[in-house]
């Protein structure tokens, strides 16, 4: 009970829906979900969100675009640091995401952006230079 009450407070701050953790994924270790942890509920939701959303490597694809369909610009442009953005989570972001979250998403030279996403890219003084880098 405990460990799907924990695991429920974790999802909610970073955007998750809130499954049990074991039935979360259909892979991974079966005992409980990576993100299952107590939060310190006097901290802001960003405050545990945001680095999670960036480091994290619990999180997969279907999980960041998620988040990314139904969260704001703060965490979309975390996303976007990632070390890593797969091109189906980096398509999703153009999508939805605001000027800066699209801006350091095309900056970051671990995301894979497909040729149709960029394509989608909107051009405008804040994109401009890291998006002429990429081409």
């Not at 259909?26 to 509920?41: C, E, I, S």
């Not at 960003?46 to 694809?61: G, K, T, Y």
């Not at 998620?66 to 953005?85: D, K, M, P, Y």
Request: glycine share 6%.
């Amino acid at each position: 009970m405990e460990e799907a009450l924990q695991y429920k407070e974790t999802a909610q701050f970073i955007g998750l829906p809130t499954a049990s953790p074991r039935s979360h994924r259909d892979h991974g270790n079966k005992t409980g979900h990576a993100l299952t942890f107590k939060t310190d509920h006097s901290m802001g939701a960003d405050q545990v969100a945001l680095p999670m959303l960036e480091f994290s490597e619990a999180l997969s694809d279907a999980d960041l675009i998620e988040i990314v369909r139904t969260q704001g610009s703060q965490r979309l442009t975390a996303i976007a640091g990632r070390s890593t953005v797969s091109e189906a989570v980096s398509d999703v972001l153009v999508d939805h995401g605001d000027e800066t979250a699209v801006a350091v998403l095309v900056g970051n030279e671990g995301a894979q952006l497909a040729e149709t996403t960029m394509h989608k890219v909107p051009i405008n003084l804040a994109i401009a230079k890291p998006f002429k880098r990429r081409w």
